[in-house]
């Protein structure tokens, strides 16, 4: 049985930064994409791309992170990490860990997501 779960979420002012984790349990069959979605308050009807990363390859960013967040892993990829800097009140929503098989099979996994708020 596969679980993600996250860690992190927390309050923190604008241009601050904060490090989000997601323990990844169980198996997802490698090579794997691993990454990070978010939704926020009456602004994303759905969750939208923040980052992923697929076993040995390279990290692919929506273009609000480009400059600003980073993805990464440890070596077995039980943990994903994302380091995130510069954050603004748009960047406030829930953050979900995301995981599935790089070819995509039909199994995909999902966090419970954590809450990032950003605010004076």
């Known amino acids: 049985q596969v679980r993600l779960e996250e860690s992190g979420g927390d309050l923190v002012q604008p241009g601050g930064s904060l490090t989000l984790s997601c323990a990844v349990t169980?198996?997802?069959?490698?090579?794997?994409?691993l990454g990070w979605y978010r939704q926020r308050p009456s602004k994303d009807r759905e969750r939208k791309l923040v980052a992923t990363i697929s076993s040995g390859g390279s990290p692919n960013y929506a273009d609000f992170a480009k400059t600003r967040f980073a993805i990464s892993t440890n070596n077995d990829e039980t943990t994903v990490f994302l380091f995130m800097t510069n954050l603004t009140a748009d960047d406030t929503g829930d953050y979900y860990c995301?995981?599935?098989?790089?070819?995509?099979?039909?199994?995909?996994?999902w966090g419970l997501g954590t809450l990032v708020t950003v605010s004076a």
């Open positions: 169980g198996v997802i069959p490698k090579p794997s994409l």
């Open positions: 995301y995981g599935r098989p790089v070819r995509f099979t039909g199994n995909q996994y």
